[in-house]
């Protein structure tokens, strides 16, 4: 009786908390792993300073701009792609890791800084899917360049520095809150054009000038990086939460940050390119921009660079890049978009179908399709390559789950995915679940961080 049992719970699909699936030796390395993920999270706050961190370690490995076996290609500071030559031919192919390195924030308009109130201010302009309300009151910071008129580049990073100030966006207070905010619609009550950036208030001394409070604030910006007002016409400077990335629970078992949707991603998929020992196929890590505002622009997954990277692997490998071995190497290759999705909330789980949903701490997940209501703007993958991640996971112990984003009709979203497949790539979404997406400070799991790197290895290295 007992082993009839047995044999009919073979048949069932049950998903189980990782923590008691996972190797007690393997604990230890989940840890490990996340502290360096940690720092990386705290350090690389933008697209650039995601792309710039991973050249310089790329480069500390013996990887060449350009050519060789192991190379990368940056394009325009924003988007990266980094390149291990893998045992099979090109011409059956490339493995590509996607994700993306923006993420949604606040950005300066083009001439922000105006003083009103004996106070200065910075006027903005919101980047991406944010909730405009939990953006105020908390500290912030700079990060961003600076193009000067003569050519030079400044890299400007300001509130992260314990000794220095950081910014914030001021509310209007309760008392005095009912006909301005708490009547109106969640997304009414604070416009975006409210998104003004509190940045001073002392007068320069100087009693002929007019906008003392903004004189002394140029003056400042100006001894710290040598810059003047027009300067702030051709700069790109985004304004994030100041802070580092933090352990969070009682266990440490979490990771609260700015930025896991989609570095969490591009850090995993980065380092399982570092630590693979023979790529199966040749293996293109894909870092792209402008995902969180449509992947639009010459950085973005709409652009042509990930086949422009691919037309110089294939001369690389010793082969004439024509249109045609470029056609043939697109249509033979295999990828992952490389994206988070929802985590289910206890406290909302009303927007969730249970049964197809992603929880925290139940591996990496596998997302079939994204998009909107009948599956709009999305990828749906093709049942034998969902197939062959799943035995692949398998085989390497990878601890995998699947995922919607969200109910039918309640929402959705979407990833590079479709525009990796619309090249002719087999691609399927493939990230880490996140809590609190598209906030100021977002929540991953380190258990389901570590497996996706796992994930990610596995598919670099399994045929």
Not at 63 to 83: L, P, Q
Not at 135 to 158: C, D, M, R, S, Y
Not at 159 to 178: K, M, Q, S, W, Y
Not at 265 to 271: D, M, V
């Amino acid at each position: 009786m007992e082993k009839k049992k047995n044999e009919k719970n073979k048949l069932v699909y049950e998903k189980k908390n990782g923590w008691e699936k996972i190797p007690k030796k393997e604990a230890t390395d989940v840890f490990k792993f996340s502290e360096k993920y940690i720092d990386f999270l705290s350090k690389c706050k933008t697209e650039r300073e995601t792309a710039d961190f991973a050249v310089k370690e790329a480069k500390k490995r013996g990887f060449k701009e350009g050519k060789g076996d192991e190379f990368y290609i940056i394009n325009r500071g924003k988007s990266v792609c980094f390149v291990i030559k893998g045992k099979e031919p090109i011409e059956n192919g490339v493995r590509i890791i996607g994700s993306h390195i923006d993420s949604p924030r606040i950005d300066l308009k083009q001439n922000p800084l105006y003083e009103d109130t004996d106070l200065a201010l910075f006027k903005t302009h919101y980047y991406g899917g944010i909730k405009k309300y939990q953006w105020v009151t908390i500290p912030l910071a700079i990060h961003g360049v600076v193009q000067k008129e003569n050519g030079e580049k400044i890299n400007v990073v300001f509130g992260e520095d314990d000794a220095e100030p950081v910014l914030t966006i001021t509310d209007i207070l309760p008392h005095l809150a009912h006909k301005i905010q708490m009547t109106k619609k969640m997304y009414e009550a604070i416009p975006g054009e409210n998104l003004n950036i509190l940045v001073g208030s002392k007068p320069i001394d100087d009693k002929d000038e007019k906008n003392k409070i903004k004189v002394n604030i140029l003056s400042i910006l100006n001894k710290k990086y040598g810059i003047k007002e027009e300067d702030f016409l051709s700069a790109e400077l985004e304004i994030v939460p100041a802070g580092k990335a933090r352990d969070l629970g009682i266990d440490a078992s979490l990771v609260l940050g700015y930025g896991h949707d989609d570095k969490v991603c591009a850090y995993t998929s980065l380092q399982a390119l570092f630590d693979t020992k023979k790529p199966a196929y040749t293996t293109i890590i894909y870092f792209s921009d402008k995902e969180e505002i449509g992947s639009d622009g010459n950085t973005g997954a709409k652009s042509k660079f990930l086949e422009d990277v691919i037309l110089q692997t294939i001369e690389n490998a010793g082969k004439e890049p024509t249109y045609k071995l470029l056609r043939t190497v697109v249509n033979n290759s295999q990828g992952l978009s490389s994206d988070v999705n929802a985590a289910v909330d206890p406290t909302y789980k009303s927007v969730s179908e249970m049964n197809n949903a992603c929880k925290l701490n139940y591996g990496i997940a596998l997302t079939k399709y994204t998009g909107s209501g009948g599956k709009y703007s999305a990828n749906d993958c093709h049942a034998e390559f969902f197939g062959k991640i799943r035995s692949m996971f398998n085989k390497r112990g990878v601890i995998w789950q699947t995922g919607e984003l969200g109910k039918v009709d309640e929402g959705g979203g979407g990833t590079i995915a479709k525009y990796m497949a619309e090249i002719g790539v087999e691609t399927l979404d493939c990230g880490t679940p996140v809590l609190s997406m598209h906030a100021p400070h977002e929540v991953v799991s380190k258990l389901d961080v570590y497996e996706t790197y796992k994930g990610y290895l596995a598919f670099i290295e399994e045929k």
